[in-house]
């Protein structure tokens, strides 16, 4: 496979709205030539000596993607030095990190595309996608290796809040969980945490002030959290067609969410709510067994339109409020006004 990589993926990636809040031209500049250095060094940082590693660990990389973890990173290192070549680095660390926990979800998840083209497992084998992803996360922990200690404990920190997630999501929650505080952690540890260790590296490799990290932690796992909760509302919109996928295509594979588990909730006490989530639970074992989705197409769109669906809409909103309230001690700037329209950005995706 060709390591030539089209530059503009990074560029392109930068969330226009974002870019609309920060005032002047040549800080926007300045960060899509930053993030195209990351992403032109992405593809030689994961160079393997066996064709088949080669091939395999760079399958993904060379697909494209919202790069929106470096972007963080890149941003959040301008309350210090800015970005030079350990900042570009670590951001490389980060998306090599989010590229092999990618590798894994599909294997478990069984999925048959990933970012526009056929997941690695069916290009190649369960085995060879899996070994791909320890590769990777095997290559992100020599990156940052020569780092300080405090870099590596966080790296590794949240490797294992990854893998916990993974694991927490696989085996569901035990009788002694609340199934709502469960999903929302398993939310944490998938998702918030990569985005929260990129925004703490951006500060702690920048040498920004330490009293920004844990501000910066706060609001990187709550925008995270916020940007999985609006993915439980656009599955079952009509909408998701625009992006290729059937809409309720979680659902209709049984997968929990946020919608759901308010159903289920509200089903104790409501019968018309009962009667939806037992005709959900009928057409996912058919589906299960072999029957066309279609199956279940009115009963994405009930829930949809139930008052369930609205309230995950506003909890993210409250979420990604929360994460900006977070960097209230942070000090007004571009770097900040960013940070608060990322967050904006994330949930205006439902209203």
């Not at 990589?5 to 899509?32: F, G, Y």
């Not at 009928?282 to 589906?287: I, L």
Request: charged fraction near 20%; include cysteine.
């Amino acid at each position: 496979m060709s390591e030539k990589i089209n530059i503009t993926t990074a560029t392109s990636a930068l969330p226009a709205k974002l870019l609309q809040s920060v005032a002047h031209q040549r800080h926007i500049k300045a960060l899509e030539r930053e993030l195209a250095l990351v992403e032109a060094g992405l593809l030689s940082q994961i160079r393997f000596a066996s064709p088949i590693a080669d091939a395999a660990a760079k399958y993904l990389a060379a697909a494209g993607g919202k790069r929106i973890r470096p972007l963080l990173l890149l941003l959040v290192s301008e309350l210090g030095s800015g970005p030079t070549e350990q900042v570009r680095r670590v951001a490389q660390v980060i998306e090599i990190t989010h590229l092999a926990s990618l590798y894994h979800d599909d294997v478990m998840d069984e999925a048959v595309t990933r970012r526009g083209v056929q997941t690695a497992h069916l290009a190649w084998s369960n085995s060879v996608a899996i070994l791909a992803g320890d590769l990777l996360f095997a290559r992100a922990s020599r990156l940052v290796a020569d780092m300080s200690a405090e870099a590596i404990l966080l790296q590794s920190e949240t490797f294992e809040r990854l893998c916990l997630g993974q694991l927490h999501e696989t085996v569901g929650p035990g009788t002694e969980d609340d199934e709502l505080s469960f999903y929302l952690q398993v939310l944490a540890d998938k998702t918030g945490s990569l985005i929260s260790c990129a925004a703490r590296m951006g500060a702690l490799v920048s040498g920004a002030p330490r009293e920004f990290l844990d501000p910066l932690t706060a609001y990187g796992e709550g925008i995270g959290v916020a940007f999985q909760l609006v993915d439980d509302v656009i599955d079952l919109s009509p909408a998701a067609a625009d992006t290729g996928k059937r809409a309720g295509t979680d659902l209709r594979a049984g997968v929990t969410t946020l919608p759901l588990l308010l159903l289920r909730k509200s089903a104790a006490t409501n019968a018309a709510d009962a009667d939806l989530l037992r005709r959900i639970e009928t057409g996912v074992a058919a589906v299960a067994a072999g029957a066309d989705p279609s199956v279940m197409d009115k009963e994405v769109t009930e829930l949809y339109r139930h008052e369930v669906t609205a309230q995950t809409a506003m909890r993210a909103h409250k979420v990604a409020g929360d994460a900006v309230q977070a960097l209230a001690s942070l000090p007004a700037g571009r770097v900040k006004t960013a940070l608060e329209k990322l967050a904006k950005t994330i949930v205006e995706r439902v209203g």
